[in-house]
């Protein structure tokens, strides 16, 4: 089954920054867009920021707007998460989803279109 792959995870310190990857395109996985969701320990898993695959209009949750930035670049299939001023509490695992929707704004993951995550540490 094909399936988005992140990449780009790792340990930083607290106010730094990291970008990850994934690999994504609309032509393999359809639907209206693609979303960055992150889970950590004892948490449920929350959509962090979503990109609409038509005109690259964006979401992002309230606790990472300002601080991280989601891109594309089509010539290479690959979706970015770059997040700066990283903060203990986004430590997480990320995941990238592709092929879902928005509904009010909000980015809706597709059920089966999951990367297997990417670990992202933040210490203080």
């Known amino acids: 089954q094909v399936r988005p792959v992140e990449s780009g995870g790792g340990v930083v310190q607290s106010g730094g920054s990291l970008r990850l990857s994934c690999a994504a395109s609309?032509?393999?996985?359809?639907?209206?867009?693609m979303g960055w969701l992150r889970q950590a320990p004892g948490n449920e898993r929350e959509v962090v920021a979503g990109l609409r695959w038509s005109d690259d209009g964006t979401y992002y949750s309230d606790s990472v707007k300002g601080r991280f930035t989601i891109s594309r670049d089509n010539a290479k299939n690959t979706v970015y998460l770059q997040m700066n001023s990283l903060k203990p509490e986004d430590t997480a695992v990320y995941y990238c989803n592709a092929g879902g929707h928005f509904n009010s704004g909000t980015y809706i993951p597709h059920r089966t279109f999951w990367g297997r995550g990417t670990q992202v540490t933040v210490s203080s």
């Open positions: 609309r032509r393999t996985f359809g639907g209206v867009g």
